[in-house]
């Protein structure tokens, strides 16, 4: 605002002149609509100049009728978190539009085309798999999974064909599209191109016919369609079809379950209010619908890859499977550490300073505006915070160019933590995590984890393990970095990792199950 | 018998009482849902019950008859369709199968069964719904301001909700709420007559078996929730204070309200979705052929907007009323004519 349109409009204490008042209340006191767009910042915070009017009662008494209307006196607080999520948050059905791509679909790959290049492979048999997207481009805990998965079945001389969505969606494929839905097939790692459900299909019953061994295993169904996807496996003659629970996709769209993106739903029933009130809520029932079509279409095995999970699904889900059981994607075990230490030296509390990390992808479900809050409220104060992912962060010690975890390269993320020397990882979770690669990287890196008791199998690999904490709410993790709790942890993990070292077995995926058909 | 249940408003409230009727179908499908118009359809409208959760319609002017328009004339949009409601009401108790009436305002909306309002009208003749339940704490002075001086100026109890079961009791309530809104159903705060609502404070001295319902789960809204906390149980059940959210009132739709709900939602982020929900559905049920601030009764018949002042002296003058019996009527002889003449004749 101009200076001098400031001295027209207000005395020196920043109360306003009176014409300014009759601009913008009306005689009986309450606020012109004027006032409203005028006094507030798009993020809803108060603009400064206009903080008297929104502290102090004008000079008009209250009981005169300036300010006693309900809508009298402007909001002082700034917009929560809770408030900015929801602002942005779209109806379902705007976000599927928004997600549709406006490229067109490149040539398709025709049946014989598919069989001919699977055929022309000499190989013991095929693995068929699903997922969501390209687990050879995007970072990911599930797209780890494949490309371990991958690995191990190229290892047995199987040969690998991964389809997923050409079209991305954060649903499954429209019920009307079935057969048609395109895919884009990746053949051991290795781009093949793209063709519609029906093509692989056909391609397969040929394989079938021809005597070749297939088998198939599905990672994710996000994208798919369902029932084009149980075609496929009719055409494969899967006896058993291994059914990975990385998320939870089976249960609602909101695969985290994440009510309204705010807060963890626990999947209650489709009638309840939490689904009546939610963004996914009018999308659940038809969801859910196609998903038991599915699971009772086949004999599915349901692969948990935590315990926890397991014992969470089988309660939410009223999926029928074969069986349900649980792979762990990485085992962690102790072994004594040979004395003295040089490296280990350095973890003397006087060596360098508490440090607590973030790992992986800085999304709210994973507990990210958490450690912006602890980076804002406790930064500076002697305590490092310290970020490694696989994009640059804006906040804290970004040290993320250390780190690209591939199949190639698992132990990257490991790594990083032991050079950053942390000691703690905030993973605050708001959902139940299936597995958590980070909370495994992160204690294979040296680090003890903190969570909440909602982080799934966080929280159960941290009590199992007791490395680290789990606190009740984000008041109890305030409190804890402020009353010594954190230092006392940290002494603790310090005098463990003179001690101790971990070592890690990671999971050949789907192989790792047993009596599953395909050696 | 049958529960019945209606809702009062304009066309241009259509989407608010869509919500409305919607979710109250979808806890009752077998009560019986009236609109209660105080309005006629724009052109290009139609409103037509067979697609919408409402099962009776009853207009103004079925209840009013021949003074409809000379009635009318004296109220503004809000005394108007809270003025109907007692007409309404006794209108409703006609009804031969008819067991128990509750009204919302059609900015409501139900999320949970109103059997417990039914299973205290087994006992009680009207059920009211205070504005406030529990005091604001003494040093919070604008709570007291915005939430019980309020409640002093406007009512103690909202009559967005009202419920009587169709005894005696009842009956005689709805004549005599119906005979004051006839006649008194202004927002005169200066003789502290606020529309229906302040009325009603006399309600538990004039009438037996008064149920005054401090349900911390019923007619939720922004005036109550500094004192109110929603969360959901596991089972996603809505909860106020520990018990089942069974309507919350979405007073002032828009930046008022919103400045309302953040004053005192305050963390509790439930109440903002709530909100976000509502204002979908309400987008989800906008017909986009009714003009915006639509009311047939809004303006003369040639489309000037009739004016609060103009309502005003015609319903203090009886002179006036006797000669322009049909007063939106525009053109020679008429009380919009008479009403240019006198301009800035004070």
């Excluded at chain 2, 705060?189 to 229906?196: A, N």
């Excluded at chain 2, 004039?206 to 906390?229: E, H, M």
Aim: charged content about 20%; hydrophobic content about 40%.
């Amino acid at each position: 605002m101009h200076p001098l349109l400031y001295k027209l409009m207000f005395h020196k204490a920043g109360k306003p002149r009176g014409w300014t008042r009759f601009v913008f209340f009306r005689k009986n006191g309450t606020a012109r609509p004027l006032f409203y767009r005028v006094i507030h910042k798009k993020n809803g915070t108060i603009r400064p100049r206009w903080a008297y009017w929104a502290t102090q009662p004008l000079d008009q008494p209250a009981d005169q009728g300036l300010i006693t209307a309900q809508d009298s006196r402007p909001e002082v607080q700034p917009l929560s978190a809770a408030e900015q999520t929801l602002r942005a948050l779209r109806p379902f059905e705007q976000t599927v539009a928004d997600w549709r791509k406006t490229t067109e679909l490149p040539d398709l790959l025709t049946p014989d085309e598919i069989y001919a290049r699977l055929s022309e492979l000499a190989s013991s048999g095929l693995v068929l798999s699903l997922g969501h997207d390209n687990y050879r481009v995007i970072p990911g805990g599930v797209q780890l999974c494949i490309q371990q998965e991958e690995k191990a079945a190229t290892a047995r001389n199987l040969t690998y064909l991964h389809l997923h969505p050409w079209q991305p969606l954060p649903c499954l494929a429209d019920i009307s599209e079935g057969g048609r839905v395109p895919v884009t097939l990746l053949l051991n790692g290795e781009m093949l191109g793209t063709t519609r459900m029906e093509s692989v299909t056909q391609a397969i019953e040929r394989c079938v016919a021809s005597g070749k061994n297939v088998d198939m295993v599905v990672h994710h169904l996000m994208g798919h369609a369902p029932e084009a996807v149980a075609d496929l496996a009719r055409a494969a003659q899967v006896r058993d079809l291994p059914f990975w629970l990385h998320d939870f996709f089976t249960l609602c769209p909101s695969y985290t379950l994440q009510r309204n993106g705010l807060a963890f739903c626990g999947a209650p029933e489709v009638t309840s209010n939490a689904c009546g009130l939610c963004v996914y809520g009018v999308s659940r029932p038809q969801h859910l619908a196609r998903m038991a079509a599915f699971f009772e279409a086949l004999p599915i095995t349901a692969i948990a890859p935590s315990d926890h999970t397991a014992a969470f699904w089988s309660s939410r889900s009223q999926l029928p499977v074969r069986r349900l059981t649980t792979v762990p994607h990485m085992v962690l075990t102790e072994t004594a550490r040979p004395r003295p230490q040089t490296a280990i030296a350095t973890n003397h509390p006087k060596a360098h300073p508490i440090t607590v990390g973030y790992l992986g992808a800085m999304v709210d479900h994973k507990g990210w505006s958490v450690f912006v809050r602890m980076i804002h409220r406790f930064g500076g104060g002697g305590i490092r915070f310290v970020v490694l992912s696989d994009k640059a962060a804006n906040v804290g010690e970004d040290a993320s160019g250390k780190v690209h975890v591939t199949s190639d390269s698992p132990d990257a993320m490991s790594r990083a933590v032991r050079e950053a020397k942390i000691d703690v990882v905030l993973h605050w979770a708001s959902w139940a995590e299936t597995f958590s690669f980070t909370t495994y990287e992160a204690m294979l890196g040296g680090a003890w984890v903190l969570t909440n008791p909602l982080s799934g199998n966080v929280q159960a690999s941290v009590l199992a393990s007791g490395r680290g904490a789990v606190l009740e709410d984000e008041a109890a993790l305030v409190a804890f970095f402020a009353d010594g709790g954190l230092e006392r942890l940290v002494a603790e993990r310090r005098a463990y990792a003179e001690k101790t070292e971990l070592q890690a077995r990671t999971s050949a995926m789907t192989f790792d199950l047993p009596g599953w058909s395909t050696t | 018998m049958t529960v019945h249940a209606y809702t009062s408003f304009t066309f241009s409230y259509l989407n608010r009482a869509r919500v409305l009727a919607t979710s109250l179908r979808r806890q009752h499908p077998d009560w019986v849902i009236w609109a209660v118009l105080t309005d006629k359809p724009p052109p290009g409208l139609v409103f037509d019950l067979a697609n919408e959760a409402f099962d009776r319609v009853v207009t103004a002017e079925d209840l009013y008859g021949e003074e409809t328009d000379s009635w009318l004339f004296g109220l503004d949009i809000v005394e108007a369709c809270t003025a109907v409601k007692g007409r309404a009401h006794l209108r409703i108790l006609q009804e031969p199968d008819v067991e128990q009436v509750l009204y919302f305002d059609p900015d409501i909306a139900v999320f949970n069964s109103m059997q417990p309002v039914i299973d205290l009208l087994a006992d009680s003749s009207i059920v009211l719904t205070p504005h406030q339940i529990d005091p604001e704490p003494a040093t919070d002075t604008h709570a007291i301001l915005d939430n019980e001086i309020a409640s002093l100026d406007y009512g103690s109890f909202n009559l967005g909700f009202v419920a009587t079961d169709a005894g005696p009791e009842a009956n005689r309530f709805a004549a005599w709420w119906d005979a004051r809104l006839h006649d008194w159903c202004h927002d005169r705060r200066d003789i502290g007559v606020f529309v229906d609502q302040k009325w009603c404070n006399l309600v538990p001295c004039f009438f037996d078996g008064v149920k005054i319902l401090r349900d911390p789960g019923y007619n939720v809204a922004s005036w109550n929730i500094s004192q109110r906390t929603m969360q959901f149980d596991a089972a996603g059940q809505a909860l106020i204070n520990g018990q089942p959210l069974r309507f919350y009132h979405f007073t002032k739709l828009g930046p008022v309200g919103d400045v309302m709900t953040r004053r005192y939602a305050r963390g509790n982020s439930e109440i903002h979705e709530l909100w976000w929900w509502y204002r979908h559905e309400v987008a989800r049920f906008t017909d986009t052929s009714i003009p915006k601030g639509w009311w047939y009764y809004g303006t003369f018949d040639n489309g000037d907007l009739i004016e609060k002042r103009m309502r005003e002296v015609y319903r203090s003058r009886k002179d006036l009323q006797a000669t322009f019996p049909d007063p939106r009527r525009t053109g020679k002889g008429t009380l919009h004519e008479w009403l240019e003449v006198t301009k800035g004749k004070g």
